[in-house]
């Protein structure tokens, strides 16, 4: 049996289209898509962020390189930071996006310490995983070392009482209803420390 782990889920998600290379921003649509959000005219956001409404307007339209103190300006008259002038626009504005995964009903992929079930596969460019899984193992030996990847994630106790063991952090006993989140680059596992298979709901970040 093919071994599934985090990674796997995750590849799997991004085949599936869930993810899209970046495009090369435009500074200047950045600007003037902030602009046109707030409603405002080329002569309000020149005055709101104390620059000359020529100057705006060549920015916009990629006619000239702003300096930096240009850019303080324009992040503090559109109320952001500089950082989010650099992110890039959307290009496709989708609004009320549902998946709805009956009990049961997700793709289930087995091991001989979780056995994962995804949920929301329907869904396209998500920025999340979210699985549940049944937690099989007993025993931190029962792994192959720790688990760690990319991105940020978060557990949630449905069922049974689980051990949280982490790379830096004291193995933590966790019953129904609590959670923690944390930077999955740390290495991390799960046992059931139950009589049964403890269940959880896990998030995994694929930014």
């Known amino acids: ?14 085949e599936n289209g869930q993810q899209e290379e970046a495009e090369p ?9 902030l602009r046109t959000a707030r409603g405002w005219t080329l002569e309000q956001a020149a005055k709101q962020a104390g620059l000359a409404r020529s100057t705006l307007s060549k920015i916009e339209n990629g006619q000239m390189s702003p300096t930096y103190d240009a850019l303080k300006k324009l992040a503090v008259g559109l109320e952001i930071s500089v950082p989010q002038l650099f992110t890039p626009p959307q ?15 997700g793709t289930h992929q087995a091991t001989a310490t979780y056995e994962h079930e995804l949920l929301g596969e329907a869904l396209t460019k998500k920025q999340m ?14 792994f ?3 688990v760690r990847h990319d991105g940020e994630e978060f557990l949630y106790v449905l069922t049974g009482v689980v051990r ?13 209803g609590d959670s923690a989140y944390y930077d999955a680059t740390m290495g991390h596992n799960v046992i059931s420390i139950s009589d049964e298979d403890a269940t959880i709901l896990w998030v995994t970040s694929l930014a």
């Open 129 to 142: 995983l979210p699985y549940r899984a049944r937690i099989r193992a007993r025993d931190i030996s029962e």
């Open 164 to 176: 949280l063991y982490t790379e830096f952090y004291e193995p933590l006993e966790m019953r129904r």
């Open 144 to 146: 192959d070392g720790w």
């Open 1 to 14: 049996m093919q071994k599934t782990t985090p990674e796997n889920l995750i590849r799997v998600a991004r």
């Open 91 to 105: 290009r496709e504005q989708v609004n009320g996006r549902m998946s709805v995964t009956k009990a049961g009903e």
């Open 25 to 33: 921003l435009n500074l200047g649509e950045r600007v003037r898509e």
